[in-house]
């Protein structure tokens, strides 16, 4: 009995093995697919231009050379647009994971009038492509006088009109009628007001959810370049905007082989 | 005197729930309806910039007929757009559910492959996409060498296409998914082992219990019929029905929607896409 039981167990275990065998095969070549092309933009980062031009080399540079490193930092006037890019896209991201959150504890929560309304509204939202209201929204912006200051992208994002809104809008609505209402009415009972349910209760019950909307709409903002290029202008600089517009100019005065030389440059700093 | 009470309760909360709403409603009407009414206004018109502003001039439905029969490039760009939506989003919703299993095992160095699956969510971007895929990193090695390649180029056209296609954009594709990988990866990890446990208890094999699990995950009330996401995942709500793990369902709730949000998610990539696919090349 006992020796049949090992048995077993010891032909589980096997199984295990192989399973997992299989697994971290499957994860190491997934993740080398993932990998090659940022392993491609490092390696290539570091070459020279004679390296890059040479079809012997593909993997190892014949030495390392930081200089596409240094002319990119000035170029891209690093720290500004850094600073810029990191305190926009911090703001955008806050603004918008607040607005959707009240939005999607009033449809979890409340019987908002027309509720059905409002929720195929956030769908076709949803799939209207942005281009669509971009130029409106430019001309709006523009009769305000507020194209070229970073609020033509944060009021948006404070009114849950901002990239991809409905997504967290909906993500938040199921989180928000997820947990059991109890809680709110044992605080309603306590004499908690509405506000005070919302930022004391709700809000920490969904912190995993507030979590992932404010990473996803930060990386977002991050790289958003249409958005921002147009509203905000020449004269407030992100990274990728800086890096779109290196990449036009050197593609503009420099010649076809050395049209590569921004993607390396590009490539040092991502 | 009861009656009244209850109704004047009823106001009061969608009175609250549309205070909360209201800067959404406000956004919804400045930001996005009144624009986009607006744009369908300016495309029925013939605009031109003066030096008092915009010209604008009815002109019905010219531009919709000319793009259709003038224009060179938007038959072939809405051809690309929607061979892209075809294929993506398929493969990019087995890709992240796939990946996500994977990355929802008890592994050594989970945390290790769960940075390296997410990070090209954070490397993304614009410009960076648009250098590596018109450099070729986004296609797999020379894969024209491989014997599997070769076997599917023989293949009749209509299959060997969209295969092709899929070989040839392979990173691109996993890269999308890296958002719908993170949403299907927070669902699976709401399922819970008591559930896993109670199922192979029950005597289930693991796939068994896989597609029982998701069955309790599907969606419990009206999104199915909306239709907003037919196929895929309603024909669980069959298994929940007879399954007494549906009792879960409410606890699973939030994954549901994180599984509709990662469906969401691949229509907004793809609209975004396409998108910059009808944008003009410079």
Redesign the interface.
Known sequence: MNAKRLKARTQAHSKNILT?LA??F??IG??F??????L??IITSLMTTEDLINPTIKWLPTHLDLTNFKQVWQVLDYPISLFNSAWYSLICSLAQTF??A??G???A?????AKKF?IV?L?I?????????T???Y??FNNYQLVGSPLATI??A????GL?S??F???F???F??YPRAFDEAAQLDGAG?MRI?FRIALPMTV??IV?SLV?SL?WY?????QCGLLIGDDFQTL?LE??AL?RSSARCSAPPSA?R??VL??GI? | MKKKRSISL?TR??L??????S??????L???L???I??VW?SLCSVEFGPDG?QTAFVGGRWYKEIFSADAYFLQALKDTLQFIVLFMPMILVVAII?AL??N?A?HGRTF?RI??F??????????M???IS?Q??A??SADTYYVYQVIENLPAILSTPLMYIFDN??LI??YAG?QM?IVL?GLQKIGDSLYEAASIDGRKRLAELLENHAALSPPDDFNRRG?YGGGFGRHDQYAHVHPYSKQR??C??A???F??AF??V??GG??H??DR??DPA
Do not use: H
């Not at chain 1, 991050?222 to 249409?226: H, L, T």
């Open positions: 997992n697994v971290y499957l994860l997934i993740g697919v993932f990998l090659y092309p940022l491609y933009m607005s959707c009240l939005a504890y009033a449809l929560r409340f019987s908002v009038p409002w509204m769908i939202i949803f799939i209207i492509p942005a281009n669509v209201v130029i409106p929204r001309v709006l009021l948006p404070l009114t849950g009109q991809k409905s997504i809008v909906f993500i609505m199921s989180a009628s997820a509405n919302f995993p959810v992932l996803f990386v991050w790289n958003d370049v249409a990728p890096l779109k990449t590569m921004p993607t590009m490539s991502r | 009823k909360d969608s609250v729930g549309t205070l909360f709403m800067p959404w409603l406000i956004g919804l400045v930001f996005t009144i624009p986009f607006y744009s300016l915009m990946c994977l990355l095992k592994l492959f390296l699956f990070f090209p969510v954070v490397v993304i971007s614009g410009p960076v648009e250098k590596l450099n990193a986004t797999i090695i392979i990173v996993l890269w958002v993170l927070a907003v409410d606890e709730r939030t549901i929607f994180v509709r949000g969401l998610a229509r907004a609209a975004g396409s998108g009808l944008q």
